[in-house]
């Protein structure tokens, strides 16, 4: 058969598999500029122009520094909200496992209550992985005996009676995933002909973040270990064992450079050809004499080294924490501007409490993992319930100042800009869609310039809202 012939039957097979339903069309793009915005909303000058003073210090780093020990030390107390009213709550009993408030200081636990809590974590696991059908990369459902492989790489079996816990560091960023998933099966979703939402990966464990080491996979593929974000299986080249005083070093260096852009690489050689790695918004390296940096390194043998390297003079880098202004969060903000949305990070993207972290990470602050606390890390006692009518929510959300109010309904959270004709803008970050004007469903799920009626169950659910000044 000729070339010709073989593109015309291929072409048919592929028109009958379509309309047969085997092949799913790809989904329909939202245009750049959202209903209800305009083209130059997504200019930073445009933002900008509308500050009274974009570049005075909001806040001082220790000021911010003074935010983040007030919150840590909230949500480490008995009861952290035992000063908020019921509707401000946070809600997390539909999330999925692995995130916690917390984490102990598991140097001060004996060991014999470490071995309790790798079991429990585990079993928490285990139930998780049990709990509904998923499948693979390919959408395809995993066998009863695949997931078994999974669940023997747990290793629960080799949980002794006590449990000796070791320091490391992430020496990239990598995944922090509740199940110790190895290749080709890397991941869990859960519909076809959907957006692949990957169920299994906690979130992004960051460069240089310290975690605690609790258990090895049967293979020793995986570490189970716990951070701020939580509990989950990291893979075992990604962590370096070390000395309290050498983790702290990367963790909290004293002169040290911030990534203020989407992601940047850092070199081998001065010149800045050879990529040696990468950085993403917000994470820092201490810099040494020399216009050089260090990075983390992990040995063969799993101890923590250090390396020299370097990155381009015209990089998105700052010395020290980058200057809390207004006109720094937009510009910060709209590098990541049209990022596509990652529910967990399993891909190395953003969702939207990752988008706000990463952000104003690059100040200094530490925000939590989920957007609810957001509005208690930042406090304000207002709770905007959607029996008012839109009109008193648009204006309610107005109230707030802009460029510093992060606003949550529970399960969604977003930057508020300003005003537009009395709608508020936002900066979001979302994985939903609208029908458009001829009636085609067109997806967003990308980091956009939108109003606070989109996705559309935000203004359905009572709003928080958090200042971060």
Known sequence: MSNIGRVIVNSVLVLFLLKAGVFAELYKRAPDVLPGTLPEMRTTSYW????????????????????????????????????IADERKPDFSYWWPGHVLMVPDFHRMDRAAIADTVRGRIDIQREFLRSQPWGNALAVEYAGWELDEFENEMALDTVGDEVRVRDGIAVCNTRLRNIPSFFPNEMAVRENAKTRWEAWNVCILKMCRPVTVLHVSRSGEYLLVACDDGYGWVRSEDIAFGTGDEIEEFANPKKFIVCTGDRIQFYSDPKCVYASGWMRMGDRLPVVLGGQIRVPVRNIDGS??????YVREDENVHNGWLPYTRRNIVETAFKLLDNPYDWTGAWFGRQHENTYRDIFAVFGFRLPWHGALFTIYGHNETVLDPKVGKEEQFRTILKNEPFVTLQSCGGHAQLFL???????????????????????????RRCCIGTVEMPTYFLTRKVTFGGLK
């Open 48 to 83: 900008i122009g509308k500050m009274k003073n974009p570049d005075e210090i909001i806040l001082s780093h220790d000021e911010i520094e003074q935010m983040n020990v007030a919150y840590e030390t909230r949500i480490h107390s008995p009861n952290p909200f035992a000063d």
């Open 304 to 309: 923590l080294t250090s390396a020299k390297a």
């Open 418 to 444: 300003g005003d537009y004709n009395g709608m508020p803008i936002v900066l979001d970050q979302h994985g939903y869609g609208y029908e458009d004007a001829e009636g085609n469903y067109v997806e967003v």
